[in-house]
């Protein structure tokens, strides 16, 4: 009896520990601690990051458990990216131009997004060539966030004082237009303003050697520039730099950027993206342009289409919420408030005619260009190709070699690279 009094009492501290000891405890919230993940990307201007910023303060109000710790890396990006990548740091969520996408897609190092993509986010109602551009295998690995393709920009005023009412509409008409609008302004016997600004990068020259039947690479990555088709479409680069001195390159003028060239009214015609729209505003207020689609060459309607896609790291811990993010900003919703300046165009079709892009006097030639336009990607190799060219065809145009040699032998050093890539 004793003994089980005295378990009883024992029984009955025991509690009252328990309880005093509770009181002393911190209380347990019933709130769940926010998961955060990382978006990793490039920034283009101050005004570009301060809405970007908007957009995922936005974001993380209306999904109050995920937290974004963003990171901007505007230098070598690809090559961080790609470090980090082998590393296992990559952020959860990241930017992935369409140019370098074939290699990485191809790696099985981004996560494919078709398992979570439902009929609500509407998949449909993206531009099919930007979504094509992050395919591989059948598989989507990136969704595009916006994009621009290359428009003619031309100053009124010089066009008036030529007497040019309409900008030209094929590339012949270009020429001729570029003739009239060369002008010695200070009567100096010098050129003071070119007809035509050209950059002899392939980004801005591919399009003219699709026009022809030609292809920049062929379905192994290899070079084939220099064929006859290629040649001719930049042949037209080159004649009428050198045979009808109407045109210029950026260094011709001491300029260091297209837009900058045609803002100074150094150059009266520039084909560009949208990217110079805002720069030209807020630079050069008092500058009057338009813009046209690319005139059409040999009977084609040719421009390049860029764009840039949130690809997902396939070793991320938080897949669920980089989705989130991911589907937030390609949403309807997203997009809209991400464009809505008009630095860059919507790859949403219903975001664009929203925002009204596709009536825009400045916009709505640019938007054209993405049902024609070549995408800006070069196999799984793309940087072997790309130099190589450009410093070839450089070399062409300052009358330095002839097209035909400059092309044959940028093709055999670019492919000679690509080669040894390949083997690696």
Same mark, same amino acid.
């Given at each position: 009896?004793?003994?089980?009094?005295?378990?009883?009492?024992?029984?009955?501290?025991?509690?009252?520990?328990?309880?005093?000891?509770?009181?002393?405890?911190?209380?347990?919230?019933?709130?769940?601690?926010?998961?955060?993940?990382?978006?990793?990307?490039?920034?283009?201007?101050?005004?570009?990051?301060?809405?970007?910023?908007?957009?995922?303060?936005?974001?993380?109000?209306?999904?109050?458990?995920?937290?974004?710790?963003?990171?901007?890396?505007?230098?070598?990006?690809?090559?961080?990216?790609?470090?980090?990548?082998?590393?296992?740091?990559?952020?959860?969520?990241?930017?992935?131009?369409?140019?370098?996408?074939?290699?990485?897609?191809?790696?099985?190092?981004?996560?494919?997004?078709?398992?979570?993509?439902?009929?609500?986010?509407?998949?449909?109602?993206?531009?099919?060539?930007?979504?094509?551009?992050?395919?591989?295998?059948?598989?989507?690995?990136?969704?595009?966030?916006?994009?621009?393709?290359?428009?003619?920009?031309?100053?009124?005023?010089?066009?008036?004082?030529?007497?040019?009412?309409?900008?030209?509409?094929?590339?012949?008409?270009?020429?001729?237009?570029?003739?009239?609008?060369?002008?010695?302004?200070?009567?100096?016997?010098?050129?003071?303003?070119?007809?035509?600004?050209?950059?002899?990068?392939?980004?801005?020259?591919?399009?003219?050697?699709?026009?022809?039947? @030609?292809?920049?690479? +062929?379905?192994?990555?290899? !070079?084939?520039? /220099?064929?006859?088709?290629?040649?001719?479409?930049? $042949? #037209?680069?080159?004649?009428?730099?050198?045979?009808?001195?109407?045109?210029?390159?950026?260094?011709?003028?001491?300029?260091?950027?297209?837009?900058?060239?045609?803002?100074?009214?150094?150059?009266?015609?520039?084909?560009?993206?949208?990217?110079?729209?805002?720069?030209?505003?807020?630079?050069?207020?008092?500058?009057?342009?338009?813009?046209?689609?690319?005139?059409?060459?040999?009977?084609?309607?040719?421009?390049?289409?860029?764009?840039?896609?949130?690809?997902?790291?396939?070793?991320?811990?938080?897949?669920?919420?980089?989705?989130?993010?991911?589907?937030?900003?390609?949403?309807?919703?997203?997009?809209?408030?991400?464009?809505?300046?008009?630095?860059?165009?919507?790859?949403?079709?219903?975001?664009?005619?929203?925002? @009204?892009?596709?009536? +825009?006097?400045?916009?709505? !030639?640019?938007? /054209?260009?993405?049902?024609?336009?070549?995408?800006? $990607? #070069?196999?799984?190799?793309?940087?072997?190709?790309?130099?190589?060219?450009?410093?070839?065809?450089?070399?062409?145009?300052?009358?330095?070699?002839?097209?035909?040699?400059?092309?044959?032998?940028?093709?055999?050093?670019?492919?000679?690279?690509?080669?040894?890539?390949?083997?690696?």
């Amino acid at each position: 009896m004793k003994r089980s009094i005295w378990k009883f009492l024992g029984v009955l501290i025991a509690i009252a520990l328990s309880i005093i000891g509770c009181e002393h405890l911190p209380s347990i919230s019933t709130k769940p601690t926010p998961v955060t993940i990382k978006l990793s990307g490039w920034i283009a201007s101050p005004a570009e990051q301060k809405l970007l910023k908007q957009v995922l303060h936005e974001f993380e109000a209306k999904y109050p458990n995920i937290k974004v710790k963003h990171e901007v890396i505007n230098d070598q990006y690809m090559d961080v990216i790609k470090t980090r990548l082998v590393g296992e740091a990559a952020p959860d969520v990241f930017y992935l131009d369409a140019f370098e996408a074939p290699f990485l897609m191809s790696q099985n190092v981004l996560e494919p997004l078709d398992a979570y993509i439902t009929s609500e986010f509407d998949l449909a109602d993206f531009e099919e060539t930007l979504l094509k551009s992050f395919k591989y295998e059948n598989y989507i690995y990136g969704l595009p966030k916006d994009y621009s393709t290359l428009a003619l920009f031309y100053n009124k005023k010089a066009f008036a004082t030529a007497g040019l009412d309409s900008p030209p509409r094929t590339w012949d008409e270009l020429r001729t237009y570029s003739q009239k609008l060369s002008v010695d302004l200070n009567q100096d016997s010098r050129i003071d303003r070119y007809g035509f600004g050209e950059i002899p990068e392939l980004a801005r020259q591919a399009y003219k050697i699709q026009a022809f039947g @030609g292809q920049v690479v +062929d379905r192994n990555g290899y !070079a084939t520039f /220099a064929s006859q088709a290629a040649v001719e479409g930049l $042949q #037209l680069a080159v004649d009428q730099y050198q045979k009808d001195r109407s045109s210029a390159q950026k260094s011709d003028v001491g300029t260091n950027s297209g837009g900058e060239m045609f803002g100074q009214g150094k150059v009266a015609m520039i084909v560009e993206g949208s990217w110079t729209i805002p720069y030209l505003i807020e630079t050069f207020p008092n500058l009057e342009f338009a813009t046209a689609e690319v005139p059409s060459i040999n009977g084609q309607k040719s421009t390049m289409i860029f764009t840039v896609a949130y690809v997902m790291n396939k070793q991320s811990e938080h897949k669920a919420e980089a989705w989130e993010l991911i589907s937030y900003l390609t949403g309807k919703e997203g997009m809209a408030k991400w464009t809505q300046t008009g630095f860059a165009l919507p790859s949403r079709k219903s975001v664009a005619q929203k925002l @009204g892009y596709d009536k +825009d006097q400045l916009r709505s !030639a640019l938007l /054209a260009g993405v049902d024609y336009g070549m995408p800006w $990607q #070069l196999g799984k190799y793309p940087a072997p190709v790309m130099n190589n060219f450009d410093n070839q065809f450089v070399s062409a145009l300052l009358g330095q070699q002839p097209l035909k040699q400059a092309m044959q032998r940028g093709q055999e050093e670019a492919n000679e690279l690509v080669k040894a890539i390949a083997m690696e």
